[in-house]
Structures are given as structure tokens and as C-alpha cells.
């Protein structure tokens, strides 16, 4: 079994900036890819940044150039350091890792609100 612990989230004005953490432990080998991926009020998940473990990167659009993901594969951890937030930006945020086939696991979501 594996456990993601999310944390940073919180409620921001519009220009500011937030540190998403994600730890995950349990049973873990390595961590092929992990992300950030968020939820909005009425509309689907959609990707935010992911990173492998070799520290290829991903971003959205919407995303980049103000944001940037991170991991500390001793400490199984991945970050999301987002600057210049936008109202846009809020939702539910979610770390998700995928340690091979069939073993895709998601945190329980943070809450980052970002006022105008």
C-alpha cells in the first residue's frame, strides 16, 4: 500500500505564490513519473506539471513559466512551486505517482484558492 501526504495548500492573493508538498510512502521501488493535477468547480481534472524520475518535466499550458515541479526521490517527495497565481488557479490540487502498471495512486487533494 502507499500513502501520499499533501500539503502548502491554502487561500492566496492573485500575484502570490504557494509550495505544494507531496510525500508518499509505503511500498515504493521507484517513482517512474509523479505530478500535480487540479480540479475546478464544475469541470474535469486536468494535468498541472509532472516530472520522471529521470526529472523530465511536463507542464500546462496555463502553467508555464509561472510554475515549477520538482522531486526528492530520497525523500519520495514532489514539489510544485507556483509563482504569479492567478484566480484561475484555484481548485482542488492533487499529487498523483505511478510506480509501474496498475500502480497509479492519488493524494486526497489540497485546496489552493487564489483571490483577486
Known amino acids: 500500500q502507499v500513502q501520499l501526504v499533501e500539503s502548502g495548500g491554502g487561500l492566496v492573493q492573485a500575484g502570490g505564490s504557494l509550495r505544494l508538498s507531496c510525500a508518499a510512502s509505503?511500498?515504493?521501488?521507484?517513482?517512474?513519473?509523479t505530478g500535480w493535477y487540479r480540479q475546478a468547480p464544475g469541470k474535469q481534472r486536468e494535468l498541472v506539471a509532472t516530472?520522471?524520475?529521470?526529472?523530465?518535466?511536463n507542464y500546462a499550458d496555463s502553467v508555464k513559466g509561472r510554475s515549477t515541479i520538482s522531486r526528492d526521490n530520497a525523500k519520495n517527495t514532489v514539489y510544485l512551486q507556483m509563482n504569479s497565481l492567478k484566480p484561475e488557479d484555484t481548485a482542488v490540487y492533487y499529487c498523483?505517482?505511478?510506480?509501474?502498471?496498475?500502480?497509479?495512486?492519488w493524494g486526497q487533494g489540497t485546496q489552493v484558492t487564489v483571490s483577486s
Open positions: 498523483n505517482v505511478v510506480l509501474g502498471p496498475r500502480r497509479n495512486y
Open positions: 516530472i520522471t524520475s529521470g526529472g523530465t518535466t
Open positions: 509505503g511500498s515504493i521501488d521507484i517513482i517512474v513519473v
